[in-house]
């Protein structure tokens, strides 16, 4: 292994140590995170089928893929601001700009292992879902990890770029908030009754990832444009949400505001 290499998977390595230290020193928090989230999928389970009993029941496979997403989304999506601002809050932002891999490289680790717990979040969550609801998926790993993993880095990229804002305007709190219903419906609106919709993120891999655990359709099955036009998507929101936070971070080094909070 070259020099270069070892350093990134140690910087990597280092990133997912500090998550789970973080999650072993605060159980509770991830205990009552998981409790609302499960009482907010049986909220809309249950209130669902007591206003239309009908609609919920034949569209329950459906409900639960989409929640499986959405829960894995916002993870991903606030990962970048959320560590930016509790970086900031305890004074250690300058310092990850002072690291030799950069504050852009680090964040985008921090994005990568924030993905990944998303995915161990919502495959935890993701039985108790189907043995309160009753309902059987199609779980072959490798086009619901592809499937997944790219349509997350699209709308981690957007949280990158909203990390960029961050940095330069400290508290976007209410702007991050603001997003969290956008992104249900991106999930939610059917991307092939709406083509144009399939370039927004989520769009897509929700609807691909509905004929994977729904219909029951492998890799080899999925068509091959739909799954080219995530990876193009998720390369160029990746592109642009780096552009974003660079271009932010470097103002703020400008203006001589990067350690303020």
Request: charged share 10%; net charge positive.
């Amino acid at each position: 292994m070259s020099p270069a290499v070892a350093d990134e998977a140690r910087l990597f390595r280092t990133l997912v140590r500090k998550e789970l230290l973080m999650a072993v020193r605060y159980p509770l928090n991830f205990v009552i995170m998981f409790g609302w989230t499960l009482l907010l999928f049986l909220g809309l389970v249950f209130g669902g089928e007591y206003a239309s009993a009908d609609a919920i029941i034949d569209s329950l496979a459906g409900v639960v893929v989409g929640f499986f997403l959405y829960t894995m989304a916002i993870r991903a999506f606030q990962s970048t601001v959320t560590t930016i601002s509790a970086e900031a809050k305890i004074g250690t932002l300058q310092q990850l700009y002072m690291t030799p891999f950069g504050m852009v490289r680090v964040l985008a680790y921090t994005g990568v292992v924030h993905v990944l717990i998303a995915f161990g979040f919502g495959f935890v969550l993701l039985p108790v879902m189907l043995v309160v609801t009753g309902q059987t998926l199609s779980l072959t790993l490798v086009p619901v990890v592809t499937v997944a993993a790219l349509g997350l880095v699209s709308i981690a990229s957007v949280g990158f770029a909203l990390g960029g804002l961050a940095i330069l305007y400290k508290n976007v709190s209410n702007l991050t908030s603001l997003l969290m219903l956008p992104m249900a419906a991106l999930i939610a609106v059917p991307a092939d009754r709406y083509p144009l919709v399939e370039f927004l993120p989520l769009t897509l891999s929700s609807h691909l990832l509905q004929r994977v655990m729904v219909d029951g359709l492998t890799m080899t099955e999925l068509p091959v444009a739909s799954l080219g036009l995530l990876v193009v998507k998720a390369v160029a929101y990746f592109a642009v949400g780096a552009w974003v936070l660079t271009k932010c971070q470097r103002r703020a080094r400008r203006l001589g505001t990067l350690g303020d909070y």
